[in-house]
């Protein structure tokens, strides 16, 4: 006879906390990030040091100079809890700068540089030249409703090569040589060529925030009468 699944005592209840997603605080678009999360009603932590990270469930790394991010990151000495925290299947959200330090291969890198290697992707730094020639662009996002996507498209990187387990999300054309991919997914990694925390399309974020509810479902949840919780902005 199977064993009767076990119950909550009296009065603890046990709740399934809501996801907590931390965004790399170190450069870039830190506080869109940030109100993104927000007006999805999640719990949100700025990551600057280790210890930030303790209680986050998903990361967003922003925009900004990837090389500069590098520095910054093994300054505060991010770089290996980050890296451990991806490989243990922590979901992250890489936009622009992020999406280079997620992929496998840097093809105009320095010497020097390096990256998490999440995603099986070899991208190219600046792919669209200057800031100068930035610009904006309507994306169709293959498998996610809404519609089309307004994309800001800033000194942007773009992607080269793309791996057998990776989806494509959007493309955009060049002149040169055609499509190329800007929004790629494998697992629960999801990287952009694009800022979509500067046009208010929640879409994305939703999609990260789902990622870090599937993997919170499957931890110990916590009971209501404990006084455990995380701390959110």
Do not use: Y
């Not at 387990?165 to 929004?183: F, K, N, Q, Y």
């Not at 949840?221 to 959110?232: E, H, L, M, N, Y």
């Amino acid at each position: 006879m199977a064993a009767e699944p076990k119950r909550a005592a009296p009065g603890r209840a046990v709740v399934v906390a809501a996801p907590v997603i931390g965004v790399l605080a170190l450069q870039g678009d830190v506080s869109e990030h940030v109100g993104m999360l927000q007006a999805l009603g999640v719990g949100v932590a700025e990551v600057r040091l280790p210890r930030d990270l303790a209680g986050v469930d998903a990361l967003v790394l922003p925009g900004g100079e990837s090389t500069t991010l590098q520095l910054l990151l093994e300054a505060a000495g991010l770089r290996d809890v980050i890296a451990a925290r991806i490989a243990a299947g922590m979901p992250v959200l890489g936009t622009c700068a992020g999406m280079i330090l997620l992929a496998t291969t840097v093809l105009d890198g320095r010497p020097d540089q390096w990256s998490f290697g999440a995603i099986d992707l070899a991208v190219r730094r600046n792919a669209f030249g200057r800031q100068v020639a930035s610009f904006e662009e309507d994306l169709d996002l293959a498998g996610i409703g809404g519609g089309p996507l307004h994309a800001v498209f800033i000194r942007a990187p773009v992607v080269e090569t793309v791996g057998s387990g990776v989806e494509v999300l959007a493309t955009i054309s060049m002149s040169d040589d055609g499509a190329h991919p800007v929004a790629c997914r494998q697992g629960r990694v999801t990287v952009t060529a694009f800022h979509p925390e500067l046009v208010g399309d929640h879409r994305l974020h939703e999609l990260l925030v789902a990622d870090a509810a599937a993997v919170t479902a499957h931890q110990v949840p916590r009971s209501s009468g404990s006084g455990a919780g995380r701390r959110r902005h």
